[in-house]
């Protein structure tokens, strides 16, 4: 086998014009086109991995991987869609995506949609009535009412529905809250695992389509009243205190939280300003390396700023 085509144009000899002598005759046919073969077995193995954009980025490869795509309904019961697709789906697109699982959708995970509508979500759920989870958080253009509809069109003739992930859908009252959880409790044949609590670090942990300990992620906090995340606390001190362990659960706008551990913040301890916009508690914020100029900590959420020996935030960097 000749090396001369992985030589780069500058190693190349310079062309020779040599002469050639005058041929009248019309040139060959091109060589028959190879029949398609089918694709190796391997290829579906990893079409199993591919998450949804590198699916769709497999479909346009060529008409072979298109057909090995489009011909495995397995690869499309659990659909996910998350940024930076997010932002461009809309009602039709999710319909024909989901279509693709051929009536057997098994999971529907759509983070941060804001162009999918309630009449949008509610088709799916009719052509898909085996959906058993569904994830629609900061899905900013459906409504509360909407995803009671959708829930209810899901529950009411099959118990498959077991997890529902709904926080940042707005208008969401307690009565809502309330018909959701009785939809989805009835299809619960056992009690879910509440040993692991609902913290904020915890929550933070989640990818945002996984399902958490919870059948439902909201709940309404104990302080305000209001429908939203309610998270248990991590601190030692408040666990072991059995007052201070109920005080302390409540939403985020009610007990502000420590970014890195999920502990409850007390505003009295000095020492928490940080060189993000995120709080930490006074441990944390000792634990963690500070600016050389400010010393003030990233959270762990920045991780360039951390390992190294020393750096600058961004603020005293660029004023
Ligand atoms: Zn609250
Ligand atoms: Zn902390
Ligand atoms: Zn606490
Ligand atoms: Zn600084
Ligand atoms: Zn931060």
Known sequence: MSIQPFLSTAEMPPPTLARRP?????????????????????????????????LIAFHRVCTQFRDAVAGDLLLWRDVSVEPPLSGRLTDEALLEITSRADGRLRSLALVG?????????????????????LCVPGCTYLTAN???????????????????????ISNMTKGHLEVLKSCITRNLTQGHDQSTPFTYAYWRSLPSNSDGVRPIDIDICPKCRNTGLVFECTRESCQSMQG?????KACYFCIARCEDCGGCIDFDEPG???????????DCWLRLPKCNLCNRPYCERHERFHGSNGFICEQCLFG
């Open 272 to 282: 928490e300003e940080t060189a993000c916009s995120h709080f930490l508690c006074l």
């Open 22 to 54: 005058i041929d009248d005759s019309p040139p060959p046919p091109p060589p028959p086109r190879p029949e398609p073969s089918e694709p190796h077995g391997a290829l579906h193995l990893v079409l199993a991995y591919l998450p949804l954009p590198d």
């Open 244 to 248: 201070r362990w109920t005080e302390c």
């Open 146 to 168: 909407g995803i009671v509809r959708v829930v209810k069109e899901l529950t009411e003739r099959n118990n498959n529905l077991k997890h529902l992930k709904v926080h940042g």
């Open 113 to 133: 949609c804001p162009r999918v509508s309630d009449a949008g979500i509610l088709r799916v759920a009719r052509l898909n009535r085996g959906i058993s989870k």
